[in-house]
């Protein structure tokens, strides 16, 4: 079992991304404990902005969004959605004096690639060993907001 992070990370990610059944979700859940919280969706077109921002505002220091590979989107263009809704949340989180590096976007190259959720994930986790703690949550603590860890 790993170490437990003292950063959290948030994690939506399309159904379609090979082995992201329910047992994996729970078995990385498991394995990470409190620092991990995972979305499952069924088209990463379906997030909206207000989900990541959300995110970040509640309990996340980091979000990433995992897509199905371009081309290969049931839906169609679901993914190219989020990959513009990503960039103005970008936009948002930056005026506001946060990092953009804070929200991820991770699509697959092609439908060949067939690498599992469970990977994703740890490499995930092992890069957020670099990542500083969410300033929203370093304000929150000083009074000048509501926002509290859960």
């Known amino acids: 079992m790993k170490k437990e992070l003292t950063r959290t990370l948030a994690i939506f990610y ?12 729970q078995s990385l859940e498991k394995r ?17 902005i207000v989900h ?3 995110a970040l505002e509640e309990f996340a220091d980091s979000v990433y969004v995992i897509t199905c590979p371009e081309g290969s989107c049931k839906y169609l263009e679901g993914n190219k959605r989020i990959k513009k809704r990503i960039e103005r949340a970008k936009s948002i989180i930056e005026s506001i004096g946060i990092e953009k590096e804070r929200l991820n976007l991770i699509t697959p190259v092609s439908g060949d690639d067939k ?19 969410s300033p929203v949550f370093k304000k929150a603590a000083h009074g000048a907001g509501k926002t509290k860890r859960k």
């Open 52 to 54: 990541l921002l959300r």
């Open 115 to 133: 690498v599992s959720l469970a990977s994703y994930a740890d490499e995930v986790m092992e890069g957020a060993t670099k990542l500083t703690p």
């Open 32 to 48: 990470y404990g409190k620092s991990i919280r995972l979305f499952p969706m069924p088209c990463s077109g379906r997030i909206d």
């Open 14 to 25: 399309c159904q379609n991304v090979p082995e992201s059944g329910e047992e994996v979700r």
